[in-house]
């Protein structure tokens, strides 16, 4: 049947990508219609039940500045959290939050629930409506018939999932949910390229079987940090220990013992697993001269006693998970709950995507997350956020929209896939971006709010909230460069302990906040001590400490601003540039990149190949 309503935006999946996706598009005052398997595992965490950490607490701070959903989930569901690399600079620091898995899920489902312009509907979506090279809807498995503007897939790792425990396998898109081969198929049918890849997961433990007492306890860090701009520590839930211990040489005796029997070393498994996330046979074997790894033993939630035991994921057989993890410290008679697994699914080639995430081949269908070779919540949600947002422009008929690479993380997450694919799961490191100093994960909200205020992403309350920040920021500097600390005032002896020197002339605490050695709160003791939002002092402090350095990342972004604005047409010949090499000519025909710098940036292309490139066009006109 033809259901009877029409949507500008329909989103097949209700994950991470899913999920912010629907939220965008809604939010942008369209109707959206967020289709998915089964609604009880809507925002449902695959694997580790943890937001953020380096590199990805950027993405969800930037989900928060344009107002999606994940930050927010998490301080309404984090169990721990944690500022990492406190003691480097700013561009590298990162909240993480190890969260309840149901809390999280439910402050997910009731944004969703509560989101206007959005509907959710349970069924799996086996087919695509479509007429020549436009798509125009959803059909069901019970032949429901669903009709729209634009499409946004984001089937993570679903699509022709089959699920590996040793020589053991199952059709499945992760451990109890069914997998999607139909939408597989025919999406195999479509002019997509596409591969395998894989990621795994490690046993659960019960927590009443594990002798902690020997167990090294790790808290979290007081005062709470908060993960969303808009969070405050009253939403957090009660918080919690986790725990530490490790893998011994028995451990890996252990498992170099099964690997006769590991799906991975014996062939079975094809896909590429991801690199930074190995699963513990694989840091056997790659790093075999190490006789200890370090294992992250992180509750599950508040009402269950089961574990997520990190640094152990596998899909050695049975047998040889309860072995192996019944020889670390503190397992002895650990029962498993759920066996370890890994995943094969088919991820799509990000090269024939746009900039909007909308796929080449086909008009108006938009892939997002997992299904674009990545890996993780974080980049998955954001790739979510930007595909939604563009299929709801184009519903309404407007240009789209992505990040340049030095105006967020998201910006160089969806660059780096279009302009280079990835063969493996790929995820998101501050190492990434080359202008760190700009993308921290403290001013995600300077850098985006605004567009998304302009887009229709951002609601009123967020609005002001922003604005009153921005302007108190403001002010605050003001306020530093106007107050003076004179060598005649009458805490003199104060002033010259904190600078450690007599003072010799009169200097604004904007200036004295520019010496390495004093801190914001010192410079303000020297004057009135007046008291700001700690969001604000923390602006303050990074924009005068690190201004010198901001200032050299912004000429150089303008410089190369000249390669960004120079466009490279979708049809250009690339055969017919006089010079070019045949590789540099095989490379860029196949990566097809919308811009210079774009270019630049695939492997392997050489400057000279740019600057004949840019000749080329010139002579073009
Ligand atoms: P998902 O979260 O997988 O959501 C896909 C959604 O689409 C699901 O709700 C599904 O039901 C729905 N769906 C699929 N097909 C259809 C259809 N045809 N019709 C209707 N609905 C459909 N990431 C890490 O960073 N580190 C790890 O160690 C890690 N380990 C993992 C281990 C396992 C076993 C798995 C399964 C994933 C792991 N991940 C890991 C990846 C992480 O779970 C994903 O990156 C993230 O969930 C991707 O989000 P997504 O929205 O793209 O897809």
Sequence with gaps: MDYPERYGVIVIGGGHAGTEAALASARMGVKTLLLTHNIETLGMMSCNPAIGGIGKSHLVKEIDALGGAMATATDFGGIQFRVLNQRKGPAVRATR?????????????????????????????????????????????????????????????????????????????????????????????????????????????????????????????????VMSYLGHVSQHPEQVCCWITHTNEKTHD??????????????????????????????????AD??????????????????????????LPFDVQINLVRSIKGFENAHITRPGYAIEYDYFNPQELK????????NGLFFAGQINGTTGYEEAGAQGLLAGSNAALMSQGKEGWCPRRDEAYLGVLVDDLISMGTKEPYRMFTSRAEYRLLLREDNADLRLTEKGRELGLVDDVRWAAFCEKREAIERESTRLSQTWVHPKVENIE?????????????????????????????????????????????QVEIQVKYAGYIERQQEEITRLRRYENTELPESFDYHGVE???????????????????????????????????????????
């Design 579 to 621: 010079g070019l090499s045949n590789e540099m000519k095989q490379k860029l025909t196949e990566a097809r990149p919308t811009s210079l710098a774009r270019a630049s940036r695939i492997p392997g292309v050489t400057p000279a190949a740019l600057s004949l490139l840019l000749v080329y066009l010139k002579k073009q006109g």
């Design 355 to 362: 900039f909007n995430l909308e796929t080449k081949h086909m």
């Design 254 to 287: 252990i498992i170099r013992g099964g690997l006769d029997r590991s799906p991975m070393y014996s062939g079975v498994i094809e896909g590429v697993g991801p690199r930074y996330c190995p699963s513990v046979e694989d840091k056997i074997h790659r790093f």
């Design 494 to 538: 104060q002033v010259n302990n904190t600078l450690g020197q007599p003072l010799t002339r009169e200097y604004s605490l904007l200036e004295l906040l520019r010496r390495p050695n004093l801190s914001y709160q010192q410079v303000v003791e020297l004057a009135d001590n007046t008291v700001v939002d700690p969001q604000v002092a923390e």
């Design 97 to 225: 939050a190890q969260a309840d898995r149901a809390l999280y899920r439910a402050a997910i489902r009731n944004i969703l629930e509560n989101q206007p312009n959005l509907q959710i509907f349970q069924q799996s979506a086996d087919d695509l409506i479509v007429e020549g090279d436009n798509v125009r809807g959803v059909v069901t498995n019970t032949g429901i018939r669903f009709h729209g503007d634009t499409v946004v897939l984001t089937a993570g790792t679903f699509l022709g999932g089959v699920i590996h425990v040793g020589m053991q396998n199952s059709s499945g898109g992760r451990a109890g949910d069914p997998p999607s081969i139909a939408l597989a198929h025919r999406l195999r049918e479509l002019p997509f390229s596409f591969d395998r890849l894989k990621t795994g997961t490690p046993p659960r433990i019960d927590a009443k079987t594990v002798d902690f007492s020997e167990l090294q306890e790790q808290w979290g860090d007081k005062p709470d940090p």
């Design 290 to 315: 190490k006789n200890s790894h370090q294992i992250f033993i992180e509750p599950e939630g508040l009402n269950t006693h089961e574990l997520y035991p990190n640094g152990i994921s596998t899909s």
